[in-house]
């Protein structure tokens, strides 16, 4: 169904570490799920994806690890820095039937100094 | 590439009154476009979907008369919120997609205030 989010959870991460982000997805038909990036004022920005054939992907900085059996998806983000500081929402999609994206509810990502 | 493009960025208004919102894809042609809502501090929720030279298919509880969507070319799609009342009040995100199987791409959202 929809995501109604109520308060973001934060997480707060020290310059330089690593991030990791978890969201539970609701829909154990959905195929394809992406995650996006939002800063404050402005629109979701893509950041990775994939596809329910895989388990892991890995991008630059990033890598999206899907556990299908516990319908569980997480973002991981090497070497945080400051201009990661944004809200990350996970995003699920069934394109073999409605076709729509349907958003988690969102974590906020704060990195301390 | 896959820029989104939305216009205004902010508008306020009095209530009553209509509001268009326009979303353009910029460098590719979105055959399906995207709308959604926004409250502060609460995710995205999507309001309609919208194929180029078809009618947008809505989500349930979204009053198809109060949001009217048009799509009427492959790279822009117009939200009109009409007779708008202060509970309109929101921030109003699109998104454009060239293909079936390829992501969403946003635009930078529109705050939208009603007096």
């Known amino acids: 169904g929809e995501s109604v989010g109520l308060h973001l959870p934060t997480l707060s991460v020290q310059e330089g570490d690593n991030s990791i982000i978890n969201c539970a997805y609701s829909n154990s038909a959905s195929d394809y799920f992406i995650w996006y990036k939002q800063e404050s004022g402005k629109g979701p920005q893509f950041i990775i994806d994939i596809r329910s054939n895989m388990d892991k992907r890995q991008g630059q900085r990033v890598t999206v690890l899907l556990n299908k059996t516990v319908k569980h998806l997480s973002l991981q983000i090497a070497a945080t820095q400051p201009g990661d500081s944004a809200v990350y929402f996970c995003a699920e999609n069934n394109q073999g039937r409605d076709d729509k994206i349907i958003f988690g509810k969102g974590t906020r990502l704060h990195i301390l100094p | 590439g896959a820029v989104v493009s939305q216009h205004p960025s902010w508008v306020i208004c009095k209530s009553g009154t209509s509001v268009k919102i326009e979303c353009r894809s910029l460098d590719f042609q979105a055959t399906t476009m995207f709308w959604y809502r926004q409250f502060p501090k609460q995710s995205l929720m999507l309001m309609a979907t919208?194929?180029?030279?078809?009618?947008?298919?809505?989500e349930q509880g979204v009053e198809k008369d109060k949001f009217l969507i048009n799509h009427a070319s492959l790279t822009l799609s117009t939200l009109t919120v009409t007779s708008a009342h202060p509970e309109d009040s929101s921030f109003y995100i699109c998104?454009?997609?060239?293909?079936?199987?390829?992501?969403?791409?946003f635009g930078d959202g529109t705050r939208l205030s009603i007096l």
């Open positions: 998104s454009a997609r060239e293909e079936r199987n390829q992501p969403q791409h």
């Open positions: 919208s194929n180029e030279g078809s009618k947008a298919t809505y």
